[in-house]
């Protein structure tokens, strides 16, 4: 069976490190990518991973530079020969009303969380349609479906990241590449620590399971879309939410 090369952004986060964990234990050849300013924690993360015995091998990479990413993703892709699978799980928030939302919040969000999708997965694409086979999966949000007050900005940008899984859909089919959506709900991290406490008690209680997700019950469900006999789910949006929203 080939070893599928993997991919993951945001692979030293919360829920990345669950996708790159879940994925090495399966005998992927992982990357986590991460900030350029993170290369210290992606060492002492690194090495977390080594105690576990999982060898992941970790990327600087800035997702909001297309220059950055159209120049190290080509040298990745001349270093490992190929890359079958991309996570794109990098992602911020900087939430507040609208009506107090400065443009570095607005424009920051859209950067990192949907001008990535572009940069990350332009300059690995055209090798996954020339193999005949390539797994993209989009991290997107329960938010980017209904929409959260406070968050314009993130919400915008994570319905996109679904707007382009289902154009890109399109254009893989034919070709063995598939794009899906996981969309999670609220999932117990340190962005989900951020939201002021009795808020995050509200949100929490409108969940119908009652609590927040883990991050490999995330992680479970991109591992679910990227299998290799998982070929013809394509432009798919999977919620893994609690059933805070059902579509
Ligand atoms: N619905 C309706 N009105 C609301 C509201 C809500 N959820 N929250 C606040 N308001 C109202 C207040 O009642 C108040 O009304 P008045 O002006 O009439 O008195 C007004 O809005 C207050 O406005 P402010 O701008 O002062 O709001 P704030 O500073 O108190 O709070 C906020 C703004 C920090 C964005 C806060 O609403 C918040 O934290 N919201 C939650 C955002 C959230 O869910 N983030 C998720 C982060 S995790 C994540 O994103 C991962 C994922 O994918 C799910």
Redesign the pocket.
């Known amino acids: 069976m080939t070893t599928r090369v993997a991919l993951i952004t945001g692979g030293i986060g919360a829920i990345g490190s669950a996708i790159c964990r879940r994925m090495a234990n399966d005998g992927m050849r992982v990357i986590a990518a991460h900030h350029p300013d993170e290369v210290e924690a992606a060492s002492q993360w690194c090495e977390e991973q080594i105690a576990d015995g999982l060898q992941i091998d970790t990327l600087p990479l800035d997702v909001a530079s297309y220059e950055q990413c159209e120049v190290k993703l080509a040298k990745l892709l001349s270093d490992y020969g190929n890359v079958d699978i991309i996570v794109n799980c990098a992602g911020i928030?900087r939430?507040?009303?609208f009506?107090?939302m400065q443009k570095e919040q607005w424009y920051d969000v859209i950067n990192v969380n949907l001008n990535s999708v572009y940069n990350v997965t332009r300059p690995l694409w055209n090798a996954m349609l020339e193999n005949g086979f390539g797994r993209v999966v989009n991290i997107s949000?329960?938010?980017g479906q209904r929409g959260?007050?406070?968050?314009a900005n993130?919400s915008a940008a994570?319905a996109g990241m679904h707007g382009f899984t289902m154009a890109l859909a399109q254009e893989g089919a034919s070709k063995g590449v598939t794009v899906n959506t996981v969309s999670?709900?609220?999932?117990s991290t340190v962005?989900?620590d951020?939201?002021?406490e009795d808020?995050r008690t509200a949100?929490v209680s409108g969940i119908p399971m009652g609590r927040m997700a883990t991050v490999d019950e995330v992680a479970s469900a991109v591992h679910f879309l990227v299998a290799d006999d998982h070929e013809y789910i394509t432009g798919a949006n999977l919620p893994v939410n609690g059933g805070l929203f059902i579509s």
């Open positions: 928030t939430d507040s009303s009506k107090k949000s329960v938010n959260q007050f406070g968050q993130y994570k999670p709900g609220y999932v962005m989900t951020a939201i002021r808020i949100i």
